[in-house]
């Protein structure tokens, strides 16, 4: 397996903290022993978690008042990719890349010669029928798969088929559909009408699923429409995931609700009617901020991990949640904040893995509120870092990646080999 | 049938005002009928819609921090039933009563005795398993139709048995469950579990439920529970409705929502799906704060109409929603308050009906975002008031019901012969 | 004065619907007379009132995830200009035009002339340091007169009063500024620091201020920062205007607060304490949507009207507030949206100048909650569309400005010598 | 000082858990002493601060909906005394409490002595014209000190005199004004007069504060007044602690902000203009849901105690803020949720001690904003629990408080002594 970053730098860095990490690791072995949970155990399970890399993210994001591209920003997918395979070089927590329609196309086997160098493989497919590509016929401005007119629902269904069969060549086993359509106006769009032709559309693209692929709806409360968007939460999307079929599955992204909303909630209510397909995670104050994930409210995402942790030590019928960043880096390094990112998802993992289930099912049905949310909060509080640190250096990547990654001078080495962006038009994410 | 106000003061009251109103209708007439609408058409089918009165209503409500009763405040139900002929008497608009148990609780056929002097009919019953009542075995201070415990369950299907029975005597034709169950820490109840206890106490209603009767359950975002809420919006709610059975409908309360939540749309999404019950009308800015229906917001209060009006014109299978209003009036006279809140959801009932609905599709079909909002805007804007004073009057009511009120001097009557209650204590809504 | 549009398509189309205007407005002057209210004054108040079109605003606007140009895109702040002159022509309430610099960047002579031949000025003068020109030597990605280095302060300082030098020579008497400085992330930022920071270099600005202008400081919630904000809500803004001084004053656009805010209560208090500059009108469901006024909630658009009128009518000192349009046209001929949104501005004006003021406070000290607050859905309710359109009529313009405009074909010959401008980069709002 | 819990109860306890505290301490210790801190001096600091309990909040809370009291309610305000004397026993945290007149009204002397028996002292003074008192002659149903009619206001201005001199007897030094003024409907208030007459009735009351003592104006956005609220935010609140003088302050309350508004940033910004006054601290979810500090977004406490902390060693002009909690226990023992939530508070303030300043400070400069806010999650992920529990060790108090309560039996021994509650009416907060 190739690497990009320097091994030495990485051992070099490795060893100037290895002696205070085990320390830690070590104390915090004991204090969980105590607690009678084995740090091993936890250990194991957090080596074992992923979270996939969106190939966007790793570009400079931005806003529709400006976007400020850093350097060495990635040029095209295989720049893209480059700079995936550092980060899970340095995190060992990101196996795999989600690649985006038209923007990541190129030859389907070059792409995955690409990624197969560095051990990555290829999460979820995503279309985009949200703007305008270049060569194309028809225009998204009025909608997309639910589109009045017929040819325009025709023309995003077949782009979606063709994500498919590019996936199919890359080893993708799902399809995101994420759409912008809605509407900025009361009146502009007649709900009813406007979801049933989505739903057609939708059903058209089922058909063309592969037996062993998922389709993974999104839904979003608004923007890039403002008055209404027609798949908005989690209803909708229930009812198009009940309405396709088996394949179909929701996915949460924790930015795209209303204030106030109790995200693990609808988590809990996906995973018991069995349609949880997956995460976009990021961190959000406002609205669809796209932050780094944890970077606002962590105790929200050890939350929803609580759930997904719960789930998976039941047992849950049909659990098999995919897990994706999905985030606009607009000020920092984006490999920088997706390595922490990723570290922040693990986190969370970890920290739901160390609820002590059995006392806080005892408490639940005593009614003793207080005993039960503190079980949670034992495990929240528990400073994680050493196991997460110790599974990174027994993967082979960085006890303090952003450190490695900064001493390996990665970021000046790529704006030599890429030319500058010109600023100015809005990011994705 | 009798009536409560004297009929000369209300017929004097018309009187001053009659020429006023015919002009304005002539002249609205000849507006509309320039639009192509037949201004007779419009208050024919203004005059046969009604909005149920809440028992709970007519008297004065509270927040948490105080309650500041009136004068005359309804000693009991036979009260309440007196105050809401007054309502009906003077806008006709408002043709039933909801009932709430234990608190209405009397002997039914005195009940329906008392409504039916004044011509009044019983919609739907409503139970309370969100406090407790003063001789009940089981606390509901940890949930209700949720509760860990089955014997505590079981007192909640129960009670929700006996509305039933009591409904069934008294004419009703639908139960509306509305309960505070919830959280109000992380880790307080564990959601799947307390959402399956729920739909099996759900499920032993709703087999007790006449072939005849509806069953409508409504959600909440939150309060009474300030965490988690079991029935939290409309997705669980549509669940609920789906696992139950084809007389399991979700109800809509237009202060039940996240901020900012398209509500039109729900509607329209539970209208397509065949599970609109109805809606519990109010307004709100903040919260449930359950004001004045459309004193905050008419606009939205028209939009919700739009999508009923839609639904109605175009006969959408199923529809038949039942219209309530439900709010705390803390600081007028509840009989003031209801009496101008049924004419808001009159007056948006009828702004709906003359949406042109032809130009509408057209203008949606086209993409002319324009041309469909102000298609709305147009019908919106129409200063409608001559209609429904016209229908009120033609129906025997008042031009001008709270003058008429005022005029017949009502409030103070009953000051006089019901003894003022206690400051204090929160109210309900 | 030149106009655009054909004199003759604009009187046929009047011509056509002169008839039922006159017997509209007839009937309402006799409905406003029995109200005790004159038509013809608030017809006189009505004419005088205008709102300035900002230039940017002519352009379709977009997301950070696709804009989606129509025909006919103004190249230049000369094209601006000539569709900032339709909008006048036929709306006689759009007299000025708001710049922003470096967008608008021309010969301020040849700006001043281009206005003059139809009778446009100019309102105030917008800097932007909210994104990197493209000669700009420092960038503002990480703020501009908050930022840590003095030198990008200075900078962004020297741009402002570039502004001025310009708005100057063009008549202008006004600077805006709003800036996009903030952070994205816990700890990004001191805020203390920060605040200072921008406190000397606004400082700055003040004192290049001539002694007839005014400066106008924006606040916003949040977006392009999505953690914090450095004027992030009135609070700071009014602190602000304090320190600056007796020329520093507010400005409040309607989509820049935080969900469920009462705005026309923080205009009260800008009012009250001499500190109300002006407004940024537009409408919004979730975020800063920047939809057309009045589209979302036309009642809260009356509310903030209400306190104005009530200023204006009672001479409350200093009070002198500019009205300018600051939206984002997605999906709708921005020529259009302007027309439509200037008279909606109209709309609630002269609504506003409807409410029985006398009555209303004789009600308020009695604290007739109900009668209170149905002096203003009286006022709101009444349909002054007769009065706006023999405003424009009689002012020279059009009844029915879209339907003129439409019928005079202007956008199918401007596309001809526009040439088409690529899809893609975010609008700006 | 007479304590309640028997002292070997607690020792006990304590030593059950001692030896793992200290290997937990000394672990924590060496790690810390890496990152350049010493565990003995942020131990010193923790052990010196102190939050204020309210006399209210050892009662069970409510809603609207109901209240479900518990066992062993206190009965009177010596009751309370005794409650939040078993809190400071165990914590060593809350040493003083804060009275709400009328309801603790009692001979101040023998107030002064119940509490000097336990070593409790009295923080602010709480006055309440937000409800009506049973031998009250003017109701506050219509506003207290901002009501139309002066002699209301004049009533409500003895009441908060009378509370400053009852505090005066007591030993506080503060006195904390909360009002519920406001109006449900738009148009049931001038907002400019309701808030002169509110300015002028302040001043009256500010005219009788003792020069030693402060006044704390508390603002809030909704509830119980759902349209408007005369003191709404932080800039109302800031406009009168400026217009009434420098003894005059502005609260906090951490659930009284709008939805998503950055709270840490008003903190901020009332440090640097010297007006700070205090906190009431809670958690919230949706409204103002008075939950158990730190029990919904744990970051968010952190993130306001990191402002403090810098004020602290930064040494801001005149910082000197109060302390206190606020909270409504609707399912928890108010005793058991006010220690944890006295801890929570201690341990936002101790994590925010380790934050290393002068990195941070460094990191802001460079705009390296994820190693700015990275410093900020170091020591917030670090886990503090060793330090708090020793802090109460060292001082007298419990390792865990919540266990040696419950093992001394003390809600069963007062259920006893004190008569069951008569469930209903809501709590308050």
């Given at each position: ?58 570009g400079t ?7 400020f591209p850093g350097v060495g920003e990635p ?258 390094d984006p490999i ?73 001078g990665y970021r000046q080495k790529v704006a030599h080999d890429r030319p500058a962006v ?8």
């Amino acid at each position: 397996m190739e690497t990009i970053i320097e091994a030495d730098i990485v051992s070099q860095d490795n060893e100037a903290r290895e002696k205070a990490l085990k320390a830690d690791y070590a104390a915090l072995g004991e204090q969980l022993s105590r607690r009678g949970i084995a740090i091993d155990d936890i250990l194991a399970r957090v080596r074992a978690f992923g979270v996939a890399i969106p190939s966007w993210g790793v570009g400079t994001g931005g806003t529709r008042f400006a976007r400020f591209p850093g350097v060495g920003e990635p040029r095209d997918i295989f720049d893209k990719i480059e700079d995936c395979a550092v980060i899970q070089q340095l995190t060992r927590a990101t196996p795999s890349v989600s690649l985006h329609i038209p923007w990541d196309k190129a030859d389907p086997k070059r792409l995955k010669q690409a990624a197969a160098r560095f051990g990555l493989s290829f999460d979820a497919m995503n279309s985009n029928t949200f703007s305008d590509a270049q060569d194309q016929k028809l225009s998204y401005k009025y909608g997309s798969l639910s589109h009045a007119d017929a040819a325009v629902r025709r023309q995003a269904v077949e782009h979606n088929l063709e994500c498919i069969e590019i996936g199919r060549t890359l080893g993708s086993k799902a399809l995101t559909v994420w759409i912008g359509d809605g509407s900025n106006f009361p009146g502009q769009v007649n709900f009813a009408r406007a979801f049933s032709r989505y739903l057609d559309a939708m059903a058209d693209i089922y058909a063309g699923l592969p037996d062993d692929w998922r389709l993974f709806t999104e839904h979003k409360m608004y923007e890039p429409a403002f008055y209404s968007t027609v798949v908005q939460d989690w209803g909708t999307n229930y009812i198009i995931a009940k309405e396709l079929g088996p394949k179909a599955f929701c996915l949460v992204d924790l930015g795209h609700h209303a204030p106030n909303v109790n995200i693990e909630m609808i988590v809990s209510r996906l995973i018991q009617f069995g349609k949880l397909g997956g995460f976009h995670f990021n961190d959000s104050k406002y609205g669809d901020d796209d932050l780094d994930a944890g970077s606002i409210d962590p105790y929200r995402l050890f939350l929803v991990f609580n759930e997904l942790a719960d789930a998976e030590i039941s047992g849950a019928k049909g659990f098999e949640p995919a897990h994706m960043l999905d985030q606009s880096h607009n000020v920092t390094d984006p490999i920088e904040s997706l390595m922490l990112s990723a570290v922040e998802v693990q986190r969370a993992y970890a920290q739901a893995l160390l609820v002590d289930r059995d006392a806080l099912a005892t408490f639940q049905d005593d009614n003793d509120a207080l005993m039960a949310t503190q079980t949670l909060k034992a495990a929240y509080r528990t400073d994680v870092e050493p196991i997460l640190a110790m599974a990174r250096l027994e993967s082979g990547g960085a006890i303090d990646p952003v450190a490695a990654y900064r001493r390996a001078g990665y970021r000046q080495k790529v704006a030599h080999d890429r030319p500058a962006v010109a600023s100015g038009g809005g990011g994705i994410v």
